[in-house]
Protein backbone atom coordinates (compact mmCIF):
# COMPACT_ATOMS: atom_id res chain seq x y z
CA UNK A 1 0.00 0.00 0.00
CA UNK A 2 1.34 3.52 -0.99
CA UNK A 3 1.00 6.05 1.48
CA UNK A 4 2.20 9.76 0.67
CA UNK A 5 4.00 11.31 3.39
CA UNK A 6 5.21 15.06 3.24
CA UNK A 7 8.51 15.93 4.20
CA UNK A 8 9.02 18.08 6.91
CA UNK A 9 11.20 22.02 5.82
CA UNK A 10 14.26 20.55 8.99
CA UNK A 11 14.62 17.50 6.12
CA UNK A 12 16.56 19.72 3.60
CA UNK A 13 19.94 19.52 3.64
CA UNK A 14 20.33 23.72 2.28
CA UNK A 15 23.66 24.17 2.65
CA UNK A 16 24.92 22.69 -0.53
CA UNK A 17 22.31 24.19 -2.25
CA UNK A 18 22.97 28.04 -1.46
CA UNK A 19 27.08 27.88 -1.62
CA UNK A 20 27.39 29.91 -4.67
CA UNK A 21 31.18 29.67 -4.88
CA UNK A 22 32.77 28.45 -8.06
CA UNK A 23 33.25 24.74 -8.02
CA UNK A 24 36.48 23.11 -7.75
CA UNK A 25 38.41 20.21 -7.21
CA UNK A 26 38.12 20.32 -3.76
CA UNK A 27 34.46 18.64 -3.63
CA UNK A 28 36.15 16.33 -5.79
CA UNK A 29 35.34 13.51 -3.23
CA UNK A 30 31.69 14.79 -2.58
CA UNK A 31 30.87 14.42 -5.97
CA UNK A 32 32.68 11.41 -6.07
CA UNK A 33 30.70 9.59 -3.54
CA UNK A 34 27.27 10.93 -5.11
CA UNK A 35 28.53 8.82 -8.01
CA UNK A 36 29.86 5.49 -6.76
CA UNK A 37 28.31 2.33 -8.16
CA UNK A 38 25.05 0.72 -7.49
CA UNK A 39 25.04 -0.40 -3.87
CA UNK A 40 23.93 -4.19 -3.33
CA UNK A 41 19.90 -4.15 -2.96
CA UNK A 42 18.81 -7.13 -0.50
CA UNK A 43 17.00 -10.02 -1.64
CA UNK A 44 13.20 -9.61 -1.87
CA UNK A 45 13.34 -5.95 -3.03
CA UNK A 46 13.81 -5.18 -6.82
CA UNK A 47 16.04 -2.90 -7.54
CA UNK A 48 13.39 -0.77 -10.10
CA UNK A 49 11.03 -0.76 -7.70
CA UNK A 50 9.48 2.48 -7.24
CA UNK A 51 10.11 3.80 -3.13
CA UNK A 52 8.96 7.23 -4.54
CA UNK A 53 7.44 10.08 -7.20
CA UNK A 54 7.35 13.47 -6.93
CA UNK A 55 5.26 14.88 -9.16
CA UNK A 56 4.69 11.41 -10.52
CA UNK A 57 8.58 11.24 -11.69
CA UNK A 58 9.55 7.92 -10.19
CA UNK A 59 12.83 7.48 -8.11
CA UNK A 60 13.89 4.20 -7.54
CA UNK A 61 15.16 1.19 -5.11
CA UNK A 62 18.71 1.13 -6.61
CA UNK A 63 18.74 5.51 -6.20
CA UNK A 64 18.01 4.83 -2.53
CA UNK A 65 20.13 2.16 -1.57
CA UNK A 66 23.34 4.45 -3.67
CA UNK A 67 22.39 7.28 -1.59
CA UNK A 68 22.02 4.97 1.70
CA UNK A 69 26.00 3.41 1.28
CA UNK A 70 27.39 6.89 0.61
CA UNK A 71 25.39 7.81 4.34
CA UNK A 72 27.14 5.01 5.64
CA UNK A 73 30.19 5.50 4.46
CA UNK A 74 30.15 8.82 6.13
CA UNK A 75 28.95 7.91 9.17
CA UNK A 76 30.91 4.86 9.28
CA UNK A 77 28.27 2.23 9.79
CA UNK A 78 29.11 -0.83 9.41
CA UNK A 79 26.71 -3.86 9.15
CA UNK A 80 23.46 -4.37 8.92
CA UNK A 81 22.97 -4.42 12.43
CA UNK A 82 24.55 -1.91 13.71
CA UNK A 83 21.29 0.29 13.82
CA UNK A 84 18.07 0.24 15.78
CA UNK A 85 14.88 0.48 13.28
CA UNK A 86 14.28 4.31 14.69
CA UNK A 87 17.95 4.76 13.22
CA UNK A 88 17.63 2.88 10.60
CA UNK A 89 14.41 4.82 9.22
CA UNK A 90 16.08 8.00 10.18
CA UNK A 91 18.83 7.36 7.52
CA UNK A 92 16.95 6.17 4.57
CA UNK A 93 14.86 9.58 4.68
CA UNK A 94 17.96 11.51 5.44
CA UNK A 95 19.13 9.39 1.76
CA UNK A 96 15.67 10.20 0.32
CA UNK A 97 15.50 14.19 0.61
CA UNK A 98 18.49 14.77 -1.81
CA UNK A 99 16.73 12.29 -4.41
CA UNK A 100 13.18 14.04 -3.82
CA UNK A 101 15.19 17.80 -3.66
CA UNK A 102 17.23 16.88 -6.94
CA UNK A 103 14.18 15.87 -8.90
CA UNK A 104 12.28 18.87 -7.93
CA UNK A 105 15.17 20.61 -8.74
CA UNK A 106 15.17 18.85 -12.25
CA UNK A 107 11.62 19.69 -12.44
CA UNK A 108 11.77 23.44 -12.20
CA UNK A 109 14.69 23.92 -14.87
CA UNK A 110 12.88 22.32 -17.23
CA UNK A 111 9.77 24.10 -16.23
CA UNK A 112 11.53 27.37 -16.90
CA UNK A 113 13.74 26.28 -19.49
CA UNK A 114 17.48 26.41 -17.60
CA UNK A 115 19.83 24.04 -18.99
CA UNK A 116 23.76 23.63 -18.75
CA UNK A 117 25.47 24.79 -22.68
CA UNK A 118 28.75 23.73 -23.43
CA UNK A 119 30.60 26.56 -22.66
CA UNK A 120 29.17 26.67 -19.46
CA UNK A 121 30.10 23.01 -18.58
CA UNK A 122 33.63 22.95 -20.57
CA UNK A 123 34.68 26.49 -18.05
CA UNK A 124 32.92 24.72 -14.78
CA UNK A 125 35.17 21.79 -15.62
CA UNK A 126 38.33 23.21 -16.22
CA UNK A 127 37.63 25.18 -13.26
CA UNK A 128 37.08 22.14 -11.18
CA UNK A 129 39.92 20.40 -12.36
CA UNK A 130 42.51 23.28 -11.84
CA UNK A 131 45.45 22.89 -9.85
CA UNK A 132 45.08 18.85 -10.94
CA UNK A 133 47.31 17.11 -13.71
CA UNK A 134 45.31 14.42 -15.67
CA UNK A 135 47.12 11.83 -13.84
CA UNK A 136 46.04 12.55 -10.56
CA UNK A 137 42.81 13.50 -12.18
CA UNK A 138 42.23 9.65 -13.48
CA UNK A 139 43.84 8.37 -10.35
CA UNK A 140 41.13 9.77 -8.20
CA UNK A 141 38.39 8.58 -9.91
CA UNK A 142 39.87 5.28 -10.26
CA UNK A 143 40.18 4.94 -6.37
CA UNK A 144 36.79 5.36 -6.10
CA UNK A 145 35.91 3.16 -8.40
CA UNK A 146 33.81 5.68 -10.87
CA UNK A 147 34.07 6.84 -14.45
CA UNK A 148 34.58 10.23 -15.91
CA UNK A 149 31.91 9.93 -17.44
CA UNK A 150 29.75 9.82 -14.63
CA UNK A 151 31.62 12.41 -12.38
CA UNK A 152 30.68 15.05 -15.03
CA UNK A 153 27.36 14.25 -15.31
CA UNK A 154 27.47 14.55 -11.67
CA UNK A 155 29.29 18.16 -12.12
CA UNK A 156 27.03 19.20 -14.92
CA UNK A 157 24.25 18.86 -12.45
CA UNK A 158 25.13 20.80 -9.89
CA UNK A 159 26.32 23.37 -12.11
CA UNK A 160 22.42 23.43 -13.26
CA UNK A 161 21.41 23.73 -9.69
CA UNK A 162 23.67 27.04 -9.22
CA UNK A 163 22.10 28.58 -12.08
CA UNK A 164 18.65 27.56 -11.75
CA UNK A 165 19.16 29.27 -7.97
CA UNK A 166 20.57 31.99 -9.33
CA UNK A 167 17.61 32.68 -12.13
CA UNK A 168 15.26 31.70 -9.66
CA UNK A 169 16.02 33.65 -6.48
CA UNK A 170 19.54 35.56 -6.53
CA UNK A 171 18.81 37.60 -9.57
CA UNK A 172 15.57 39.02 -7.88
CA UNK A 173 17.60 39.73 -4.54
CA UNK A 174 17.72 43.78 -4.61
CA UNK A 175 19.69 46.04 -1.34
CA UNK A 176 18.22 49.91 -2.11
CA UNK A 177 20.65 52.80 -1.08
CA UNK A 178 17.87 53.46 1.73
CA UNK A 179 18.30 49.97 3.73
CA UNK A 180 22.03 50.37 3.08
CA UNK A 181 22.02 53.71 4.74
CA UNK A 182 19.51 52.67 7.96
CA UNK A 183 21.90 49.41 8.65
CA UNK A 184 24.64 51.81 9.01
CA UNK A 185 22.80 54.26 11.00
CA UNK A 186 21.31 51.63 12.86
CA UNK A 187 25.33 49.70 13.45
CA UNK A 188 27.43 52.52 13.21
CA UNK A 189 29.92 50.63 15.76
CA UNK A 190 30.47 47.89 13.67
CA UNK A 191 31.86 49.76 10.99
CA UNK A 192 35.79 51.36 12.41
CA UNK A 193 38.91 51.37 11.27
CA UNK A 194 41.89 50.12 13.76
CA UNK A 195 45.56 52.27 13.93
CA UNK A 196 46.49 52.31 10.05
CA UNK A 197 50.27 52.22 9.23
CA UNK A 198 52.30 52.49 5.76
CA UNK A 199 55.17 50.65 5.72
CA UNK A 200 58.51 50.04 3.24
CA UNK A 201 59.79 46.37 3.56
CA UNK A 202 62.43 44.36 2.57
CA UNK A 203 62.86 41.10 2.50
CA UNK A 204 65.91 38.14 1.90
CA UNK A 205 66.76 34.69 2.32
CA UNK A 206 68.71 34.94 5.27
CA UNK A 207 69.39 37.15 8.98
CA UNK A 208 72.84 38.06 7.68
CA UNK A 209 71.45 39.43 4.44
CA UNK A 210 69.17 41.17 6.17
CA UNK A 211 71.64 42.67 9.16
CA UNK A 212 74.04 43.78 6.25
CA UNK A 213 71.48 46.09 4.61
CA UNK A 214 70.12 47.23 7.72
CA UNK A 215 74.03 48.91 8.20
CA UNK A 216 73.66 49.56 4.86
CA UNK A 217 70.30 51.65 5.56
CA UNK A 218 71.86 53.69 8.52
CA UNK A 219 69.72 55.60 11.01
CA UNK A 220 67.13 57.18 8.67
CA UNK A 221 67.27 54.51 6.17
CA UNK A 222 66.88 57.40 3.35
CA UNK A 223 68.01 55.09 1.03
CA UNK A 224 65.58 52.46 1.65
CA UNK A 225 63.46 51.98 -1.30
CA UNK A 226 66.46 52.15 -3.37
CA UNK A 227 67.50 48.97 -1.70
CA UNK A 228 64.28 47.29 -1.47
CA UNK A 229 64.49 47.14 -5.44
CA UNK A 230 67.95 45.67 -5.40
CA UNK A 231 68.25 43.13 -3.19
CA UNK A 232 64.26 42.47 -1.28
CA UNK A 233 62.36 39.30 -2.40
CA UNK A 234 59.04 40.42 -1.54
CA UNK A 235 56.20 41.08 -4.53
CA UNK A 236 56.28 44.74 -3.30
CA UNK A 237 59.97 44.67 -3.34
CA UNK A 238 60.03 45.85 -7.58
CA UNK A 239 57.74 49.15 -5.98
CA UNK A 240 60.46 50.22 -3.70
CA UNK A 241 58.71 48.21 -0.76
CA UNK A 242 56.06 49.94 -0.42
CA UNK A 243 53.20 47.60 1.89
CA UNK A 244 50.29 50.36 1.03
CA UNK A 245 48.23 51.14 4.83
CA UNK A 246 47.77 48.16 6.99
CA UNK A 247 45.79 47.59 10.08
CA UNK A 248 47.60 45.21 12.73
CA UNK A 249 44.64 42.75 12.63
CA UNK A 250 45.85 42.26 8.58
CA UNK A 251 49.20 40.83 9.28
CA UNK A 252 51.05 38.22 10.49
CA UNK A 253 51.26 38.65 14.45
CA UNK A 254 55.23 38.84 14.13
CA UNK A 255 54.79 41.83 12.74
CA UNK A 256 53.45 43.64 15.52
CA UNK A 257 56.35 45.14 16.47
CA UNK A 258 56.57 47.80 13.59
CA UNK A 259 53.34 49.34 14.54
CA UNK A 260 54.67 50.78 17.98
CA UNK A 261 57.41 52.41 15.58
CA UNK A 262 57.51 56.64 15.26
CA UNK A 263 57.54 57.50 11.37
CA UNK A 264 60.23 57.45 10.40
CA UNK A 265 61.79 54.19 12.35
CA UNK A 266 63.60 51.24 11.15
CA UNK A 267 62.50 47.80 12.67
CA UNK A 268 65.19 45.50 14.11
CA UNK A 269 65.23 42.13 11.66
CA UNK A 270 62.36 40.56 12.14
CA UNK A 271 62.68 36.72 11.50
CA UNK A 272 59.66 34.38 9.82
CA UNK A 273 59.39 31.11 8.05
CA UNK A 274 59.44 33.10 4.96
CA UNK A 275 62.63 35.04 5.57
CA UNK A 276 64.50 38.13 7.22
CA UNK A 277 62.40 41.58 7.45
CA UNK A 278 63.05 45.12 7.92
CA UNK A 279 60.60 47.94 8.38
CA UNK A 280 60.70 51.34 8.11
CA UNK A 281 57.42 53.50 9.01
CA UNK A 282 56.49 55.98 6.71
CA UNK A 283 53.24 57.54 7.62
CA UNK A 284 50.44 56.44 10.68
CA UNK A 285 46.51 56.87 10.65
CA UNK A 286 44.39 57.00 13.66
CA UNK A 287 41.75 54.59 14.95
CA UNK A 288 38.22 56.09 13.32
CA UNK A 289 35.09 55.52 12.29
CA UNK A 290 34.17 54.22 8.99
CA UNK A 291 32.36 56.84 6.66
CA UNK A 292 28.95 55.32 4.98
CA UNK A 293 31.39 55.30 1.50
CA UNK A 294 33.71 53.29 2.87
CA UNK A 295 30.92 50.63 4.16
CA UNK A 296 29.08 50.49 2.14
CA UNK A 297 30.66 47.18 0.03
CA UNK A 298 30.31 45.44 3.74
CA UNK A 299 26.98 46.64 4.39
CA UNK A 300 25.70 45.29 0.74
CA UNK A 301 27.25 42.15 0.93
CA UNK A 302 26.04 41.18 4.03
CA UNK A 303 22.35 42.26 3.13
CA UNK A 304 22.58 40.75 0.07
CA UNK A 305 23.15 37.66 1.33
CA UNK A 306 20.65 37.46 4.17
CA UNK A 307 17.93 38.43 1.53
CA UNK A 308 19.22 35.46 -0.58
CA UNK A 309 19.02 33.31 2.08
CA UNK A 310 15.62 34.51 3.36
CA UNK A 311 14.59 34.22 -0.31
CA UNK A 312 15.81 30.70 -0.71
CA UNK A 313 13.79 29.32 2.06
CA UNK A 314 11.02 30.51 1.60
CA UNK A 315 11.26 29.81 -2.66
CA UNK A 316 12.29 25.95 -1.66
CA UNK A 317 9.52 26.17 1.23
CA UNK A 318 7.20 26.81 -1.83
CA UNK A 319 8.15 24.08 -4.31
CA UNK A 320 8.41 21.45 -1.51
CA UNK A 321 4.43 22.47 -0.56
CA UNK A 322 3.09 22.73 -4.12
CA UNK A 323 4.51 19.12 -5.29
CA UNK A 324 3.41 16.04 -4.77
CA UNK A 325 5.77 13.40 -2.97
CA UNK A 326 4.67 9.93 -1.86
CA UNK A 327 6.53 7.56 -0.55
CA UNK A 328 5.96 3.87 -0.51
CA UNK A 329 6.51 2.92 2.98
CA UNK A 330 5.85 -0.64 2.41
CA UNK A 331 9.00 -0.79 -0.12
CA UNK A 332 10.98 1.68 2.41
CA UNK A 333 10.88 -0.30 4.67
CA UNK A 334 11.95 -3.38 3.15
CA UNK A 335 15.11 -1.60 2.44
CA UNK A 336 18.00 -3.00 4.85
Not at 17 to 43: E, I, K, M, Q
Not at 274 to 284: A, C, D, M
Not at 303 to 331: C, G, M, P, V, Y
Amino acid sequence: MRSSRHLSKNCWPLAVLRDRAVLTLGVLAGLLAACSGPANTPRGVDPQAVVARVNDQPIHVADLEKEIEILKRKFRVEGAGALDEAKRLWLKMEALNPLIQNVLFQQEAKKNQIAVDREEFLQALAEAKAGYDEEAFRQALESEGISLQDWQNKLKFNVLIKKLINQMVDSKVVVDEKELKQYFEAHADEFQKGEQVRALHIMVETEEEALNIKKKLGRKGRNFEELAKKHSISPEGPGGGDMGFMEARNVPVEFDAFFKLSVGQISNVIKTPYGSHIFKVVEKRKARKMTFEESKKIIEDKLTADHRDEAFQEWISTLKNNARIEIDESILAKIA
